[in-house]
């Protein structure tokens, strides 16, 4: 029962938070500072779960090859390649070093 408790009020906090930004978009005006540490905000929200799906997996270390493989995506995403080509390669990079036996 708890986990379903859990779920409805995650549910009703994000429809609550979405609700608000047009509801409350003329009454609030953030400063640039605010706006600014938002975005920086989503954006280190990203990175950890990024970090968070790349390092772990279950209660352990995921290995060697899943982390190689979001570098590889990382670097190429940094260099403006195309996203297919960016998913590719991650992919292809984690696969080809399992393939080698590397976990």
Known sequence: MLPLTAIAVLAAGTLAFRLAGP???RRLAPGERTRALLADAATVLLV???ATAALTEGQGAAGWSRPAGVLVGGALALRRAPLLAV???AAGT???LRLCGVP
């Open 94 to 96: 984690t696969a080809v």
């Open 48 to 50: 950890a779960l990024v």
């Open 87 to 89: 998913v590719v390669a």
């Open 23 to 25: 509801l409350l978009h």
